[in-house]
């Protein structure tokens, strides 16, 4: 979600949003080529916001700066134990 607000001659704005991740089964997670880890693995769902304000100097310059930031939770995996590992 964003908003926007004039105030000549500056603009001021902001978002928010939030990120779902749905978990998802892979048949090998393990970087090892000997071994097969088939697990399901959830990445982290995420919130992120941000702020800034603009001006206009004149038709033809402008400065800008803003900020922003994401905040996400830790991915989450679950191992299945394969039929030939021991």
Known sequence: MSAVKTSDPAILYGNIGYTYSF???FDDIDNNPDTVNPGDVKLGDSFYFGAGVAFAFNERTSFSMSLSNRLS??????????????
């Open 23 to 25: 978990e998802s089964s």
């Open 73 to 86: 939770a830790r991915a989450r995996r679950a191992m299945t134990a394969s039929p030939g590992a021991r």
